[in-house]
Protein backbone atom coordinates (compact mmCIF):
# COMPACT_ATOMS: atom_id res chain seq x y z
CA UNK A 1 0.00 0.00 0.00
CA UNK A 2 1.11 3.42 -0.90
CA UNK A 3 -0.16 6.68 0.43
CA UNK A 4 0.86 9.90 -1.70
CA UNK A 5 0.03 13.74 -0.41
CA UNK A 6 0.52 16.83 -2.75
CA UNK A 7 1.31 19.86 -2.06
CA UNK A 8 2.51 23.41 -3.64
CA UNK A 9 -0.45 24.25 -5.36
CA UNK A 10 -1.83 27.88 -5.40
CA UNK A 11 -2.59 30.73 -7.10
CA UNK A 12 0.04 32.32 -9.86
CA UNK A 13 -0.04 35.09 -12.31
CA UNK A 14 0.41 33.92 -16.14
CA UNK A 15 4.47 33.04 -16.99
CA UNK A 16 4.80 32.25 -12.82
CA UNK A 17 6.42 29.45 -11.38
CA UNK A 18 5.56 26.88 -8.76
CA UNK A 19 6.96 23.62 -7.38
CA UNK A 20 4.34 20.42 -6.74
CA UNK A 21 5.84 18.12 -4.33
CA UNK A 22 4.47 14.60 -4.13
CA UNK A 23 5.40 12.72 -0.85
CA UNK A 24 4.72 8.99 -0.48
CA UNK A 25 4.88 6.57 1.91
CA UNK A 26 4.61 2.72 2.46
CA UNK A 27 7.64 0.22 1.07
CA UNK A 28 9.07 -0.20 -2.50
CA UNK A 29 8.75 3.76 -3.44
CA UNK A 30 12.07 2.91 -5.81
CA UNK A 31 9.83 -0.07 -7.60
CA UNK A 32 6.89 2.40 -8.69
CA UNK A 33 6.85 4.94 -11.79
CA UNK A 34 5.55 8.02 -11.01
CA UNK A 35 3.35 10.48 -12.87
CA UNK A 36 1.97 13.92 -12.62
CA UNK A 37 -1.40 14.30 -14.00
CA UNK A 38 -4.01 16.93 -14.26
CA UNK A 39 -8.05 17.25 -14.60
CA UNK A 40 -8.88 20.32 -15.35
CA UNK A 41 -12.52 22.08 -14.56
CA UNK A 42 -15.24 20.98 -16.93
CA UNK A 43 -13.24 18.27 -18.23
CA UNK A 44 -14.31 14.79 -17.32
CA UNK A 45 -10.72 12.66 -17.62
CA UNK A 46 -7.28 13.60 -16.19
CA UNK A 47 -4.60 13.93 -18.37
CA UNK A 48 -1.27 13.11 -18.32
CA UNK A 49 1.07 16.02 -17.26
CA UNK A 50 4.64 13.82 -16.58
CA UNK A 51 5.98 10.48 -15.86
CA UNK A 52 9.15 9.37 -14.12
CA UNK A 53 10.09 5.36 -14.09
CA UNK A 54 11.42 3.44 -11.89
CA UNK A 55 15.07 4.10 -13.88
CA UNK A 56 14.66 7.90 -14.52
CA UNK A 57 12.98 7.50 -18.43
CA UNK A 58 10.78 10.48 -18.29
CA UNK A 59 8.07 11.57 -20.95
CA UNK A 60 6.02 14.86 -20.97
CA UNK A 61 2.84 16.01 -22.31
CA UNK A 62 3.62 18.04 -25.75
CA UNK A 63 1.85 20.81 -24.34
CA UNK A 64 4.25 21.37 -20.52
CA UNK A 65 7.60 20.74 -23.02
CA UNK A 66 10.31 23.14 -21.84
CA UNK A 67 8.09 24.32 -19.08
CA UNK A 68 7.69 21.82 -16.40
CA UNK A 69 10.22 19.63 -15.43
CA UNK A 70 9.92 15.67 -13.11
CA UNK A 71 12.02 14.66 -10.86
CA UNK A 72 12.37 12.24 -8.45
CA UNK A 73 14.06 11.71 -4.98
CA UNK A 74 13.99 7.69 -3.76
CA UNK A 75 15.84 8.76 -0.37
CA UNK A 76 12.88 11.29 0.57
CA UNK A 77 10.11 8.79 -1.34
CA UNK A 78 8.78 12.41 -3.12
CA UNK A 79 8.44 13.63 -6.96
CA UNK A 80 8.13 16.77 -7.82
CA UNK A 81 6.69 18.74 -10.88
CA UNK A 82 8.60 22.45 -11.38
CA UNK A 83 6.36 24.17 -13.46
CA UNK A 84 7.55 27.51 -15.48
CA UNK A 85 5.78 29.87 -17.60
CA UNK A 86 2.65 28.71 -16.13
CA UNK A 87 -0.61 29.69 -18.70
CA UNK A 88 -4.35 30.09 -18.13
CA UNK A 89 -4.93 26.84 -19.20
CA UNK A 90 -2.63 24.80 -17.40
CA UNK A 91 -5.23 25.70 -14.39
CA UNK A 92 -6.13 22.34 -13.21
CA UNK A 93 -6.19 19.86 -10.25
CA UNK A 94 -2.83 18.42 -10.22
CA UNK A 95 -2.75 14.61 -8.93
CA UNK A 96 0.06 12.37 -7.93
CA UNK A 97 0.36 8.24 -9.19
CA UNK A 98 2.19 5.94 -8.15
CA UNK A 99 2.02 2.65 -10.54
CA UNK A 100 3.69 -0.62 -11.14
CA UNK A 101 2.65 -3.03 -13.48
CA UNK A 102 -0.92 -3.39 -13.96
CA UNK A 103 -1.44 -4.76 -10.30
CA UNK A 104 -0.79 -1.33 -8.21
CA UNK A 105 -1.97 2.00 -9.28
CA UNK A 106 -2.81 4.86 -6.25
CA UNK A 107 -3.23 8.38 -6.29
CA UNK A 108 -3.28 11.12 -3.92
CA UNK A 109 -5.88 13.63 -3.07
CA UNK A 110 -4.64 16.28 -5.56
CA UNK A 111 -3.57 19.98 -5.03
CA UNK A 112 -5.40 22.69 -7.14
CA UNK A 113 -2.99 25.50 -9.65
CA UNK A 114 -5.00 28.46 -10.73
CA UNK A 115 -3.25 30.54 -13.16
CA UNK A 116 -4.82 34.28 -13.73
CA UNK A 117 -4.04 37.68 -13.77
Known amino acids: QVQLVESGGGLVQPGGSLRLSCAASGSGFRLYSMGWYRQAPGKAQRELVA????????NYADSVKGRFAISRNNTWNTIYLQMNNLKPEDTAAYYC??????????WGQGTQVTVSS
Open 97 to 106: RASRGTEYNY
Open 51 to 58: TIGRFGTI
